[in-house]
């Protein structure tokens, strides 16, 4: 029976002026996965640990994107083979670095491996958005698509799908604070305005079109320009406790930009080179504790990979 372990990268989606468009793979924060082929047909998960999450598949982010994948195989073969995942979370839900992201990825991704391949990255995107749409209301793929295609990448449209992988950097890490208190994504969309003012919206896409062209040419004075949002962080970061503060350590200690990881709690920056990232991470390790919070620091290499196989 054929069996695959692998690494399911975090992802800090939005990257500041990208929202839902834009996101990056980061190393060493991620989910562990273990899917094996089984006798009996179906699909089932049958352990989770590091989180309370369901079992039942159409409950939980992996096995929805997983039964999307194994649907449409179906459709095209007539049948599949059975298999049941193992989970072992790293990454807690509601952190702001792509938890429900990482598991409806690495579901799909170690499914496409095992059958041998029958769908594009592009298609396992759209199989893993459907476990998004069970966490948190919406499709959204700026977490799925960075985790599955490596490094960053941009959601050039979403109908229809079509996603670009953009260059990184090769010396480009991200620091994440990860504050121990959940904020669900569903809760941080349903407070953002549903419109904007031309004014937001050309500053918004300046920097959108910036920071894509800093990747494009390694500028990294344009990247740090560029990590500007006008639209989303003014109303989120009302939710993270400390954020101004913590924002300004990190710009104090070098860093690129700062923002909100996705929808929050965490809090992102990046770094020129590894050791600029670490006195980050040391500047806000010391800072952070006065907001009598437990938390986390992250820091780590862009992955340019994406979902990583650990038994080969
Ligand atoms: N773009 C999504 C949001 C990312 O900000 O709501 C959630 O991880």
Redesign the pocket.
């Known amino acids: 029976m054929k069996r695959i372990s692998l690494f399911s990268p975090g992802t800090i ?2 990257i500041s002026c990208g ?2 468009v834009l996101g990056v793979a980061l190393d060493e924060v991620g989910d562990i996965m273990h899917i094996e082929e089984t006798v009996e047909p179906g699909w089932r998960i049958s352990a989770i640990t590091g989180a309370d999450l369901p079992l039942a598949v159409e409950k939980n982010t992996a096995g929805v994107a997983g039964l999307s994948l194994l649907n449409a195989y179906k459709s095209k073969v007539g049948t599949h083979p059975g298999f049941h995942l193992v989970i072992e979370k790293k990454i807690k839900a509601g952190s ?1 670095i ?1 938890s429900s ?1 990482a598991s409806a990825s690495g579901a799909v991704w170690g499914l496409n491996e095992l059958l041998g391949r029958p769908f594009t990255p592009l298609e396992l995107v759209g199989f893993a958005m459907e476990g998004e749409k069970l966490a ?1 209301g919406v499709a ?1 793929a ?2 799925v698509a960075p985790g599955l295609f490596g490094g960053f990448t941009l959601v050039r449209s979403y109908a229809p799908l079509d996603i670009v992988a953009l260059p990184c950097p090769n010396d480009l890490y991200a620091v994440v604070l990860h504050p121990q208190i959940e904020i669900k ?1 569903q809760d ?2 349903s407070i953002l305005k549903t419109q904007l003012s031309l004014k937001q919206a050309t500053t918004q896409w300046g920097n959108l079109g910036g920071l894509i062209a800093g990747l494009y040419t390694d500028d990294y004075g344009l990247i740090s320009r560029s990590l500007v949002d006008v639209v ?1 962080e003014p109303i989120r970061s009302l939710l993270i406790p400390g954020f101004d503060e913590l924002k300004k350590t990190m710009l104090d200690s070098g860093a690129l930009g700062a923002g909100i990881s ?2 929050g709690p965490s809090v992102f920056a990046l770094a020129k080179g590894s050791d600029q990232a670490h006195l980050i991470a040391q500047a806000i390790d010391v800072n952070y504790r006065k907001w009598g919070i437990d938390f986390e620091v992250h820091c780590a290499k862009i992955n340019t990979q994406g979902i990583k196989i650990l038994n080969e």
């Open positions: 989606a939005n929202f839902d702001g792509g992201a948190s959204h700026d977490n994504t941080a969309r989303v996705g929808s």
